[in-house]
């Protein structure tokens, strides 16, 4: 107990050190650029491929468990749709996001603390935090909603192929389904959600990386920690996010 | 110059530093000296600021370096260079990018000043040709030079070596220590280099610092350090039986 309250302590002391002034502006914006690049951009294919590949998957089940001749085949489209909407893209995608944005970060920042490149940022007299972490946290608080855009738009482009290749229901049922009766606030809802996940990956991973001591068995522990520990706190999120939001 | 005065520091119930006090002095390679476990890197951390001491003082020029706040402490750090045991030279970045990366930070120099003044210190440590190179492209010794060359990229009042030998041949090693000295006695920079190498104490120990289970043990030149009465030293300087060997005849 007394562990889990001192690094919670530290946790906060570190987020206070990254969000200090930076030191040149010019250099942070430079390096959020280069870590959208990294993380965002770099994970787009991910997404991509597994949301496509769950949107077909959760228009074969959707269909599966619906059918009968009382209801109208596009609330297939509707279900697949609000699917993606309230859990899958945000959620699953946070979770996927976690492994991959996560795990990248603990064991960079990590890497950097085990060969001293952190201790010689610090020499410089530079604010290794801020430095190494405020720019993290901007690029996946700022495109992990925009990953989760285009999780939906992929978990739909899925289930509509799907559709059209394995004949699950009829085209033009799905397409009308995925636009019937849609509310723009789940939409907003989900980009919340992710912007949240992606404060609470980056920032854990970073902690996780910045305290590793001893060599690369330890990067690695810290990198396992952050991504599990991100897992956990992002479905707690999820849950009372979802409380307050929806 | 630097002083440091009855400088503590422990961790957990183990003392690594008991009341150490010295001086070091300006344009001169000042070496600190000792076994693995002395304390030697312990004191020079404290010193640079990554670790705080229990009780004591750091004084540089006469600043007290433990009552400064933190912008004090930054401003004063852009005063110093250190050359750290492994280079820590930043991986993701071309060699003229790490010596280009203090300049980026404190200077308002233009693109193309920063580039001459990087090429200056390349040339200056004897490194042509890599600027475009990544830091895992070189080999150990180019690495430990292109560290040298970022830690003097703002010419720095003060130089901090942390095992600058460690993992180099004793040809490159001496070239290394050689190009300290040199740097040191060019730019009249307050040098402090850790070691546990006898070549770097001969050759550019103008002033030695010996410690021994967290204390100072004794204090000297390269001179004198072949012909001291403290028996803990002279089993550190003649470790080896060729030493000893030597020593007898």
Redesign the interface.
């Known amino acids: 107990m007394i562990k889990a309250i001192r690094n919670i302590g530290k946790y906060l002391i570190l987020l206070k050190k990254t969000f200090a002034r930076p ?2 502006t010019l ?1 942070y914006y430079r390096q959020t650029l280069r870590e959208i690049e990294n993380h965002g951009i770099g994970s787009i294919l991910i997404v991509v491929i597994v949301s496509i590949f769950v949107g077909a998957a959760i228009t074969i089940q959707t269909n599966y468990n619906i059918e009968n001749p009382l209801l109208p085949s596009y609330l297939v489209g509707v279900a697949v749709r609000d699917s993606l909407l309230l859990e899958f893209s945000s959620t699953m995608i946070g979770l996927v996001l976690a492994g991959k944005i996560g795990s990248s970060i603990a064991s960079e920042i990590g890497m ?1 603390r085990v ?3 952190i ?2 940022l ?5 604010n290794a935090p801020g430095y190494l972490i405020l720019p993290k946290i901007i690029a996946t608080v700022f495109f992990t909603p925009m990953l989760c855009v285009i999780s939906v738009g992929m978990g739909l482009i899925g289930g509509y192929l799907v559709c059209l290749i394995g004949d699950v229901i009829p085209v033009h049922e799905y397409k009308l389904g995925i636009q019937y009766s849609f509310y723009p606030h789940y939409l907003s809802y989900a980009m919340i959600k992710t912007a949240f996940y992606g404060f609470i990956i980056s920032t854990l991973s970073a902690y996780h990386g910045f305290h590793v001591q001893g060599g690369a068995v330890e990067v690695g522990k810290a990198s396992t920690r952050a991504v599990v520990l991100s897992c956990i706190l992002i479905l707690l999120a999820d849950l009372v996010l979802t409380n307050i939001i929806l | 110059m630097i002083t440091v005065k009855n400088i503590h520091k422990h961790f957990d119930d183990r003392y690594v530093l008991k009341n150490v006090s010295a001086n070091f002095e300006r344009g001169k390679c000042n070496l600190i000296i000792g076994e693995s476990g002395s304390g030697k890197t312990v004191l020079l ?1 404290t010193i ?3 670790l705080i001491a229990d009780r004591g003082h750091v004084f540089y020029d006469d600043q007290d370096y433990q009552s400064m706040n933190r912008r004090e ?6 005063e ?1 260079g ?1 050359l ?3 280079a ?4 993701s970045m071309t060699i003229e990018e790490n010596v280009m ?2 300049l ?3 200077s308002k120099l233009s693109k193309k000043e920063m580039q001459d003044r990087s090429n200056f210190c390349l040339e200056r440590v004897g490194l042509k040709n890599v600027n475009t190179m990544l830091p895992s492209e070189l080999s150990g010794g180019m690495q430990k030079r292109a560290a040298i060359a970022r830690a003097i990229s703002l010419s720095p009042k003060y130089l ?1 070596c942390d095992e600058p030998n460690s993992g180099l041949d004793p040809k490159t090693g001496i070239l290394i220590d050689n190009l300290i000295k040199d740097l040191t006695e060019e730019f009249q920079i307050t040098t402090i280099v850790n070691t546990h190498d006898m070549n770097s104490v001969l050759e550019i120990g103008e002033k030695v610092i010996y410690m021994f289970n967290g204390e100072k043990s004794w204090e000297g030149t390269n001179k004198e350090v072949l012909h001291t009465d403290n028996k803990d030293l002279n089993d550190f300087v003649f470790a080896t039986n060729l030493a000893q060997q030597i020593k007898t005849k």
């Open positions: 030191e040149k250099v950097m060969t001293e490149q201790d010689a610090e020499v410089m007299g530079i | 951390k640079v600021g990554l402490m930054n401003k004063l750090r852009k110093m250190m750290f045991q492994g820590a030279l930043f991986d990366f203090p980026n930070m404190f901090f």
